[in-house]
Nanobody, 115 residues
Framework: QVQLVESGGGLVQPGGSLRLSCAAS????????MRWYRQAPGKEREMVAS????????TYLDSVKGRFTISRDNAKNTVYLQMNSLKPEDTAVYYC????????WGQGTQVTVSS
């Protein structure tokens, strides 16, 4: 059974940091591109960051470049999103996604940036 389980979300003040984790099981994690998406209320889901299967290439949404870092540990079947200098506009549900010939989604974790 395929599972992607996100954790690490929560409420943080502007300028603060959070680290999201996504634990994968039920498929060969090391063969998949991993991505983080987010969806704010009333907005389209957007891709925030992506990392190749071996972790050698990353891409980011322009608005998070220099603040967010995606990484992965293939030995632990886990992908991370380190989020620094958080802004209120980063508030959203963050989703983990696995992509190869097929695609899998996690259930999402809420991130709220507010004073």
């Amino acid at each position: 059974q395929v599972q992607l389980v996100e954790s690490g979300g929560g409420l943080v003040q502007p300028g603060g940091s959070l680290r999201l984790s996504c634990a994968a099981s039920g498929f060969t994690f090391s063969r998949y591109v991993m991505r983080w998406y987010r969806q704010a209320p009333g907005k389209e889901r957007e891709m925030v960051a992506s990392i190749t299967s071996v972790g050698d290439t990353t891409t980011y949404l322009d608005s998070v470049k220099g603040r967010f870092t995606i990484s992965r540990d293939n030995a632990k079947n886990t992908v991370y999103l380190q989020m620094n200098s958080l802004k209120p506009e980063d508030t959203a549900v963050y989703y983990c996604n696995a992509l190869r010939l097929d695609t899998y989604w996690g259930q999402g974790t809420q991130v709220t940036v507010s004073s």
